[in-house]
Structures are given as C-alpha cells and as structure tokens.
C-alpha cells in the first residue's frame, strides 16, 4: 500500500483533530486520479479537508480565510 501525504497541515487543541490542505496544482492523468483517490480517502474518513487550486492563488489573502471559516478549528 502506498503512503499518501497532504500539502499542510493545521492541528486543533481538540486531540485527533486537525484541518488538511491540499494545492492541487497539475493536471496530467497520473495526478488527477491520484487527487480523486485522495479526496476519496478525506471523504471516507471523514478528515477535514481544505482545498485550493491554481486560481486561488490570485487573492490568496482573501480566499484563505475564506476558506479556513468553514471549519471549526480550535
């Protein structure tokens, strides 16, 4: 079995808990499904995921906080 590693990660004070970034940034055949088996892993488990995509970088400062409201992170 292969390992998989997310981009970042941002821990909680709550024990086991913790929000996972993923930049998904190419778009080859290989990296698309592999971005699909991951996101189906983050689904299954019920693991905290944010993502962000090339464009997002445009307003970054903006999009991110955006983004990091949505979930619950103490």
């Known amino acids: 079995k292969d390992l998989i ?3 970042f990660g ?3 004070k709550r024990e086991n808990d913790c929000l ?14 592999s ?3 991951k ?9 905290k995921l944010l993502e962000l995509v090339p464009k997002d ?3 970054l400062d903006i999009i991110f906080p955006q983004k990091l409201k949505e979930f619950d992170l103490q």
């Open 39 to 47: 996101q189906r892993i983050y689904e299954e488990g019920k693991i």
């Open 20 to 33: 996972y970034i993923e930049f998904w940034g190419m778009n080859d055949d290989y990296y698309l499904k």
């Open 5 to 7: 590693f997310s981009d």
């Open 57 to 59: 970088l445009e307003k």
């Open 35 to 37: 971005k699909r088996i």
């Open 10 to 12: 941002i821990p909680s």
